[in-house]
């Protein structure tokens, strides 16, 4: 904006000023009119000072290139920049990004910044004409020179509506997947929520074996990387896997077959524990292996010798569920508690004393008792007077059967007492039967189980392999007497008693070490006919356990922490529900 003029009285020289009105008092005074030459000479002072004034103002205006554009911007140039900004903004609204609009002190410029990959971000610069464009100071071309600009960030609301048509079938297809997808995994949930079907009035344990080579093993030795060097008996040198390929098959129904994926399900935000001797450890081993095959590796951790060493930890970490072991052999208190060093010559029983290792079992959700093959050393059990922790030595000896039911009932009286039948399913295996006498099943000059290949089959007679029924009936007895807690009784006895062919025989370890060339070749001392190979007859076991479980109806409340736990995990929650007493 350009200076007021001033006037030229304002800026000429007092004195000149005052003879110029003094002459024109003078003549009015006197009465004469003014002279020509008085005249010319006003008027000619008068255009001087007119001029100079012109002058000054014209050397003040800057005439530069920038500072025209900076005092006058050109109206077409921010015509384009202004359309050009206003298309860039569409264009990301309508593809349903968001926007953000950043307004500068400076130039003019309207750019969509390229991204490191080529493509275009969401921004756009929108400059705004610097305030003090008319202002003729050497601020604004210091301002323009350095290009400190002041911007500020705007965000724009996501255009919902527009797109056109192709837009519209984005939106569609993106929809159509989505509803795909939630279909799939609802499917995919209720298919985990199946509920297998066995018949309430079949007997499990009634009936024989099948060879079957398409559908036994469940899975190979291989395959299971947690399996222990006791329990190879391929890796270790057998011979023959026929032992491997023996299905059970029940007289009036079908054993469920094992699906990892169910029982997984089921044991999500789990425990599963094993409490018992080397033959509850050998179907444990079983189970981690059944269990494991559909679990990615880097997803699966097992740990040993834990809580003192008392446990084995199979954790699923997808599931948040654990596979454990936990050894006490005689569930009591006892002189072998020791897991690693557990070989006493005299074994001694406390068989009043279980909170020691009972302590170890409560919350968990699913707990799978046994105690047998310790029982068997001597006719008679050693029972401790006094305590160990007071460091009593003085013993006392008892009949076998007396001290297995007494202890059965200590047993009973914890797990009636301490467990929660809503939470916890409470098992207690059958007896895991021996071989070591061969004429039994009318091999007349075998060794043990040595050289078996085939289970025990065409029986003419009652088979005895030397197993103490006595405790069975104890463990029957005392299982009839529970009130608050249902037990289920795995009956696994007599079936297993057909299986001379499945041990591990010379196939193993002896004190922690494989057995050499020379002593495989001496079965009579060094054959191992108390454990199982695996892949092997302790799957069968489990499978049982699994018929049990995943053929127990879901209930409402557990189909409600399902949902939950499907939002927060990815996956469905599945809890035990109480069940009824009474075999599998």
């Known amino acids: 904006m350009q200076q007021r003029r001033k006037s030229v009285f304002g800026s000429a020289p007092y004195a000149m000023k005052q003879a110029a009105l ?66 860039a903004v569409t264009t990301l609204a309508r593809r349903g990004e968001e926007v953000i609009v950043r307004v500068l002190d400076g130039p003019a410029t309207a750019t969509l910044r390229p991204a490191a990959n080529g ?206 072991f936990y050894w006490a052999p005689f569930l009591v208190e006892s002189n072998s508690d020791n897991p690693k060093v557990h070989s006493v010559p005299n074994r001694i029983i406390q068989w009043h004393s279980i909170a020691k290792h009972a302590k170890n079992w409560v919350g968990v959700d699913y707990l799978v008792f046994n105690t047998y093959i310790w029982w068997l050393n001597e006719l008679n059990m050693k029972v401790l007077k006094g305590s160990f922790e007071e460091g009593a030595t003085e013993y006392e000896e008892v009949d076998r059967p007396v001290a297995y039911s007494q202890v059965l009932k200590t047993w009973a009286k914890w797990v009636d007492r301490n467990i929660d039948p809503n939470r916890t399913t409470v098992f207690f295996m059958g007896m895991s039967p021996n071989h070591i006498t061969p004429e039994a099943w009318g091999n007349q000059g075998g060794i043990k189980c040595a050289m078996e290949t085939q289970p025990i089959s065409n029986r003419s007679a009652t088979l005895d392999v030397g197993t103490d029924w006595r405790l069975y009936a104890g463990a029957q007895d005392v299982l009839r007497t529970f009130r608050r807690v249902p037990v289920h009784f795995v009956d696994i006895t007599a079936l297993s008693e057909l299986r001379k062919d499945a041990h591990t025989s010379v196939h193993t370890l002896r004190q922690g070490k494989l057995l050499t060339p020379e002593q495989q070749a001496d079965p009579r001392t060094y054959a191992d006919c108390i454990h199982w190979c695996l892949p092997g007859l302790p799957d069968t076991w489990n499978q049982f356990l699994y018929a049990h479980i995943v053929s127990r109806p879901w209930t409402t409340a557990q189909e409600a922490k399902a949902g939950d736990d499907s939002d927060r995990l990815g996956g469905t929650n599945r809890a035990a529900t109480r069940l009824p007493s009474g075999a599998v």
């Open 119 to 324: 493509s275009i971000t969401g921004t756009v610069v929108v400059a705004r004409t610097n305030a003090a464009l008319a202002n003729a100071n050497a601020n604004a071309a210091a301002k323009e020179k350095e290009g400190q600009e002041k911007d500020r960030d705007v965000t724009l609301p996501r255009v919902l509506g527009g797109g056109g048509a192709e837009e519209a079938k984005r939106r569609e297809d993106e929809e159509v997947a989505e509803r795909a997808s939630t279909a799939k995994a609802a499917a995919a949930t209720a298919a985990l929520r199946t509920v297998v079907s066995v018949p309430e009035t079949c007997d499990l344990y009634r009936g024989g074996w099948v060879y079957d080579e398409v559908n036994a093993p469940v899975y190979k030795e291989a395959q299971c990387e947690f399996l222990t060097e006791q329990v190879t008996c391929m890796r270790n040198g057998r011979r023959d896997d026929s032992y491997q390929k023996w299905r059970w098959q029940p007289t009036d129904c079908d054993l469920p077959r094992f699906d990892a994926l169910l029982l997984l399900e089921r044991l999500r935000n789990k425990r599963l524990m094993f409490v018992g001797d080397s033959l509850n450890r050998n179907q444990w081993e079983s189970m981690v292996c059944l269990v494991q095959s559909v679990i990615p590796k880097g997803h699966k951790t097992l740990t040993k010798f834990v809580n003192n060493g008392s446990s084995n930890i199979f954790y699923a970490h997808d599931y948040n569920a654990t596979v454990e």
């Open 22 to 87: 003094g002459a024109g008092v003078a003549a009015r005074k006197n009465g004469t009119p003014l002279s020509m030459a008085a005249v010319v000479f006003s008027l000619f002072v008068l255009a001087t000072f007119l001029y100079n004034e012109d002058i000054k103002s014209i050397a003040d205006f800057p005439f530069s290139a920038g500072a025209l554009r900076a005092k006058s911007p050109d109206l077409h140039l921010l015509q384009e920049a202004e359309a050009a900004a206003h298309q």
